[in-house]
C-alpha cells in the first residue's frame, strides 16, 4: 500500500490509559473502577421523557445554540445556584459532551505560539486540545500530598504570551475543590491582562461534607474573561449520551459559537427536549451530593482493613489511594498487577501527568453500585501478592 504522506499533528499520542485499563478489565474479567462512568441505572423518567420527545416529533435538527427550553432551564438553574443571570440566549450553548465544549473553547481563541498554564495531574483532553492549535501547554503541578495550587508559580509562570489558564473543580483525579482563596488568586493574577480562563465543572454538584462549589459563575470579575464547561452526562448518569454546555459572557460565546456551528451545528434534539423538562425539577441535580457522598464513604469503610489508604476527595467520581512500597515503586505497574492479579481495574494517577511524576497513588471511580465496590473492595483487601 502506497501512503500519503501526512505529518501528524499530535505526534506520540499513545492509547489513553482509560482505554487501555478498561480493555484489561474486560480481558481479566475485573471489576472496573478504572474509567468514569456510573454502572448503576439512570432514572427511567429520563429515558420515558426522550421516547415522548420522540413520539412528538422533536427528531430534527435542533437549534445550533441548543435547544431553548434547555438553555432557559439551565440559565434558571445558574441564576439560583451562582447569582449570574446569564442570558440563554447569547451566553449559553448546548455541546456533545464537557469534552467537547472544552476542545471548542480552545479552538474558539488560542493562536499559534500562546501559552496555556494548566496544573497536572489533570484530565487526559486538555494537553492534546492546546497542542493542536500549535498553543504551547505550561504544566503546573499542583503540591503533594494536599493537590493545592502553588499560586507563586503561577504568578512565576505567567508572561506576555500567557492567553489562558485552565482549572477544574471539583478535579478529576485529585478530587479536591477550589476554594474562595484560589478563584482571588486567579483574579489578581489575571487582572488588567489579557488572559482567559477555562473552567472545567463538570463535577459541579458532586460535592461533599455540606462543602461548596465555587463557581466561576458567581464571580462575576472572572466570569468576564472565562468560558465555563459542564456535563450533562455526569449529572444525569448517562455519561454515553454525550450532552454538555458551555457558558460565556456573549462576546466569547459570539467566537465559540462560530467554531461550533461547522464543528457539528447542533446536538441531538430528543434529549435535549427531555432534559430541559428533567432538570426544571432541581431536585434532579440536588440531590447528587448525597448519592455520590454515599458511596464514597461505603467504599471508605469497605476498604478500612486493606493496605491502601485514602486521600482526601471533597468531590467528583473519584476517590484516590496511595499504596506501600511492599506493592512496588511504579503505579502503572502496581494498576497493571491490581487488574491481571486481583481482578480490580485502577487508574494509576501518574498518568494524569505529562512527565513522569509518580506520587504512587491509584486513581478509584465511586460512581458505581454498593455491590460492585463491595466486590471491588474485598479483593484489594484479601491481595494475595506483594505481602
Ligand atoms: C474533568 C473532566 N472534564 C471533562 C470530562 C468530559 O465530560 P463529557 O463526558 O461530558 O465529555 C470529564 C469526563 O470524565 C472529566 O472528568
Redesign the pocket.
Known amino acids: 500500500m502506497s501512503k500519503v504522506e501526512i505529518k501528524s499533528k499530535l505526534p506520540n499520542l499513545q492509547t489513553t490509559i482509560f482505554t487501555t485499563m478498561s480493555q484489561l478489565a474486560s480481558q481479566h474479567k475485573a471489576i472496573n473502577l478504572g474509567q ?2 456510573p454502572d448503576f441505572p439512570m432514572d427511567p423518567l429520563l429515558h420515558n421523557l426522550v421516547e415522548k420527545a420522540m413520539h412528538n416529533g422533536h427528531n430534527q435538527y435542533a437549534h445550533t445554540f441548543g435547544f431553548q427550553g434547555l438553555r432557559e432551564v439551565l440559565a434558571e438553574k445558574i441564576n439560583t445556584l451562582y447569582c449570574n443571570a446569564v442570558d440563554s440566549e447569547t451566553e449559553i450553548t448546548i455541546t ?7 476542545s471548542n473553547a480552545l479552538t474558539s481563541v488560542l493562536r499559534e505560539g500562546d501559552e496555556v498554564i494548566y496544573f497536572e495531574p ?2 487526559d ?1 486538555y494537553v492534546p486540545n492546546i497542542k493542536v492549535m500549535g498553543a504551547k501547554p505550561i504544566a503546573i503541578p499542583l503540591n503533594f500530598p494536599d493537590y493545592s495550587i502553588p499560586w507563586e508559580k503561577v504568578r512565576e509562570a505567567v508572561n506576555p504570551k500567557t492567553r489562558m489558564i485552565m482549572i ?1 473543580s471539583p ?2 483525579p485529585t478530587g479536591t475543590l477550589i476554594g474562595l482563596q484560589d478563584l482571588e488568586q486567579l483574579n489578581e493574577i489575571t487582572r488588567g491582562t489579557q488572559i482567559l480562563i477555562l473552567s ?1 465543572e ?2 459541579e454538584h458532586i460535592v461533599f461534607d455540606g462543602e461548596k462549589h465555587y463557581s466561576i459563575l458567581s464571580h462575576t470579575e472572572l466570569f468576564e474573561r472565562s468560558f465555563v ?6 449529572v444525569c448518569h448517562c ?1 454515553g449520551w ?3 454546555y458551555s457558558v460565556s459572557p456573549a462576546y466569547l460565546t459570539k467566537e465559540f459559537r462560530n467554531h461550533h456551528q461547522f464543528n457539528v451545528f447542533s446536538v441531538n434534539t430528543p434529549m435535549q427536549v427531555a432534559m430541559a423538562e428533567y432538570l426544571s425539577e432541581p431536585q434532579t441535580y440536588l440531590q447528587l451530593p448525597k448519592v455520590f457522598q454515599d458511596k464514597r464513604d461505603f467504599f471508605a469503610k469497605e476498604m478500612e482493613n486493606s493496605i491502601f489508604s485514602p486521600l482526601p476527595s471533597k468531590g ?2 473519584f476517590q484516590c489511594f496511595t499504596f506501600p512500597e511492599n506493592l512496588g515503586d511504579n503505579s502503572r505497574k502496581v494498576a497493571l498487577d491490581l487488574v491481571e492479579k486481583v481482578g480490580v481495574a485502577l487508574i494509576p494517577v501518574s498518568a494524569f501527568y505529562q512527565e513522569e511524576t509518580d506520587n504512587k497513588v491509584l486513581r478509584v471511580c465511586i460512581a458505581k453500585k454498593e455491590e460492585t465496590l463491595r466486590e471491588a473492595a474485598r479483593r484489594l483487601t484479601n491481595l494475595s501478592y506483594g505481602i
Open positions: 468514569g462512568f456533545p459532551g464537557g469534552t467537547y465544549a472544552i489533570c484530565f483532553s477544574n478535579n478529576n472545567d463538570v463535577y464547561a459542564f456535563s450533562l452526562g455526569k455519561t454525550k450532552i454538555g467528583s467520581y
